[in-house]
């Protein structure tokens, strides 16, 4: 059974960077999709990026564009985040995707369309 497990998150001042490792454990990696979340206190879980098994396609929520990227490589899912900005202060989850999403991303990357869950790590934004 696919195991994750999220790292990196901290504290960083305004316009600085983090980046997110997402290691898997238990399963090949390279047989799912891996989505990016992040939840502030508050509001609802929203799925930011998404990777597919491949690594050949890559999706952004329009907040994050330009800003963040999403890479893999056999064991681990990155997320480099630059230009921080103090609305992305929120906690970070991985997640695999199942079902018909095992291996794809849709473009909203809703979170009922993965599994899998990380415990999650935060990250805060501030000066």
């Known amino acids: 059974q696919l195991r994750l497990v999220e790292s990196g998150g901290g504290l960083v001042q305004p316009g600085g960077s983090l980046r997110l490792s997402c290691e898997a454990s238990?399963?090949?990696?390279?047989?799912?999709?891996i989505g990016w979340f992040r939840q502030a206190p508050g509001k609802e879980r929203e799925g930011i990026s998404c990777?597919?098994?491949?690594?050949?396609t890559t999706k952004y929520t329009d907040s994050v564009k330009g800003r963040f990227t999403i890479s893999r490589d056999r064991d681990r899912v990155y997320l480099q985040m630059n230009s921080l900005k103090p609305e992305d202060t929120a906690f970070y989850s991985c997640?695999?995707?199942?079902?018909?999403?095992?291996?794809?991303?849709?473009?909203?990357?809703?979170?009922?369309?993965?599994?899998?869950w990380g415990q999650g790590t935060q990250v805060t934004v501030s000066s």
């Open positions: 238990g399963d090949i990696l390279d047989y799912y999709s």
């Open positions: 997640a695999a995707g199942r079902g018909l999403y095992s291996r794809s991303c849709s473009s909203s990357i809703p979170p009922d369309q993965f599994g899998s």
């Open positions: 990777i597919t098994s491949s690594g050949g």
